[in-house]
């Protein structure tokens, strides 16, 4: 259905070497910066897809307690974002989580990081809750 976004220009090579890098670059610095960079300019990936990859290699490499998380457009920024920001008070919102950039996929992972650790979950667990409680319909 989307193979076309995910795999753009990229040969199947380019793809393999760019993920090689990505998982590399997170075991040695334990940041997934220089992966996102990588993905998001060799590739020209979304974000969508760029948050599942990393999340994945993440969990491949062993990171349980608080990995990456996926971001997506139907569930988080449709829904969950216009909810949290709508119950922020006037003038302190923070910038929006849409968008490419490692910005926006940082304020979300942040909001993620505080929500999961007032309850003493996984950033895995609470991405989870959230994405089964918002998939459902609202009356």
């Known amino acids: 259905r989307t193979s ?4 753009g220009s990229g040969s199947l090579q380019e793809i393999h070497d760019a993920l090689s890098h990505s998982a590399s670059s997170i075991c040695e610095t334990c940041s997934i910066a220089e992966a996102w960079s990588v993905l998001r300019f060799r590739l020209n ?18 990171v349980s307690r608080d ?15 216009p909810a949290f920001k709508s119950r922020l008070v006037k003038g302190m919102c923070p910038d929006s989580w849409d968008g490419d950039g490692l910005g926006a996929y940082q304020r979300y992972m942040t909001a993620i990081l505080e929500w999961a650790s007032q309850r003493g979950w996984t950033t895995t667990e609470m991405e989870s809750t959230i994405f089964d409680e918002y998939k459902r319909p609202r009356n």
């Open 67 to 81: 990995p990456a998380v996926p971001i997506d457009n139907a569930i988080v920024r449709s829904k969950v974002w």
């Open 4 to 7: 076309g976004k995910i795999y």
């Open 45 to 62: 990936w979304s974000s969508v897809l760029m948050s599942k990859t990393l999340h994945f290699i993440c969990r491949a490499q062993g």
